[in-house]
């Protein structure tokens, strides 16, 4: 199996999604059992406020990861079918250029 290199960048992204995810869910533990101690008794809401906050995002990006939304996707485009539509569109280029050479 050849590994190309959107199928690398395809399982960095893959790997780095899971591990914010973690750090998300992880963080809003953190913040519901107050380990930080930032926040003294008068202020709890705020460490509540932050828990849910990190919670919701947490869930807001596993559903991206896990559903395939990112902003940031690739065609779903074989390699060779790039490759063709790259040479295609070099061989339309270089043809424009040479007529309007022959044209002058």
Do not use: C
Request: net charge positive; no cysteine; hydrophobic share 40%.
């Amino acid at each position: 199996m050849k590994l190309s290199g959107r199928g690398i960048m395809r399982g960095i992204r893959i790997f780095f999604g899971i591990f914010m995810i973690l750090v998300y869910f992880g963080m809003s533990y953190l913040m519901i059992i107050n380990f930080f101690n930032l926040v003294t008794p008068p202020f709890n809401y705020l460490r509540w406020i932050f828990a849910v906050v990190f919670g919701l995002y947490g869930i807001y990006r596993g559903y991206r990861q896990f559903k395939g939304l990112d902003y940031y996707r690739l065609n779903d485009k074989s390699d060779d079918e790039v490759e063709t539509d790259a040479h295609r569109k070099v061989e339309e280029l270089i043809k424009r250029v040479h007529d309007n050479e022959t044209k002058s």
